[in-house]
């Protein structure tokens, strides 16, 4: 068992950055491949970004490529997500969430735990 939360939204102007952090509790962290997905109101939760278990494979969506960057911190048992550029669509619910297996993955399904997410708004 895995316990996440997320900390780091806020409200922000566009351009501006932020940078969230997932911290986990329970079983090992580094055991887990690990990702980012968003939620915005009346969507669904989409794919942002992914990391594998020591942070050697990345994989990101095409809308955040080149502004976000996913990492992780295996003795920190800490994920990070820096966004930059951040645009009005970025605006969300931000969710971490660890799969069982080393590897990484863009589908939802595939994961086994969740953080309650955290909160993104930018403003135009």
């Known amino acids: 068992q895995v316990q996440l939360v997320e900390t780091g939204g806020g409200l922000v102007q566009a351009g501006d950055s932020l940078r969230l952090s997932c911290a986990a509790s329970?079983?090992?962290?580094?055991?887990?491949?690990t990702g980012w997905f968003r939620q915005a109101p009346g969507e669904e939760r989409e794919f942002v970004a992914t990391?594998?278990?020591?942070?050697?494979?990345?994989y990101y969506a095409d809308s955040v490529k080149g502004r976000f960057t996913i990492s992780r911190d295996n003795a920190k048992n800490t994920l990070y997500l820096q966004m930059n550029s951040l645009k009005p669509e970025d605006t969300a619910v931000y969710y971490c969430?660890?799969?069982?297996?080393?590897?990484?993955?863009?589908?939802?399904?595939?994961?086994?735990?969740w953080g309650q997410g955290t909160q993104v708004t930018v403003s135009s």
């Open positions: 969430a660890a799969k069982v297996g080393i590897s990484y993955s863009r589908t939802l399904d595939e994961y086994d735990y």
């Open positions: 329970g079983r090992t962290f580094s055991s887990y491949g």
């Open positions: 990391i594998s278990w020591r942070g050697g494979s990345t």
